[in-house]
């Protein structure tokens, strides 16, 4: 983002470049005591348009049966997850 705001004047006067400056090189700050922000309209979206609901977005991302990966059952150097600890 720019360091220095534009002013109102400046703004009215080179709406054209800050609209280019604010697509090549980020928002655009206009006005001194109250500070407005310029955007393009794409970045503007990406924050303000909801997300997916949690269980929606799981539901949709979730790993089918094929991706997870399994361990081998038959074998034997698996450590079994209840076994009782072997006694020396």
Do not use: C, Y
Not at 3 to 31: C, F, N
Not at 57 to 78: C, F, H, K, S, Y
Request: proline share 14%; no cysteine.
């Amino acid at each position: 983002m720019n360091d220095r705001p534009w002013t109102v004047s400046e703004a009215k006067a080179h709406l054209s470049e800050i609209l280019r400056r604010a697509r090549t090189e980020g928002p655009q700050r206009i006005g001194a005591r109250e500070t407005f922000v310029v955007v393009p309209e794409a970045e503007w979206r990406r924050h303000v348009e909801p997300r997916l609901p949690l269980g929606r977005w799981l539901l949709e991302n979730m790993p089918t049966g094929d991706e997870v990966p399994l361990p081998d059952r038959r074998d034997p150097e698996r450590p079994l997850p209840f076994a009782e600890p072997e006694k020396a």
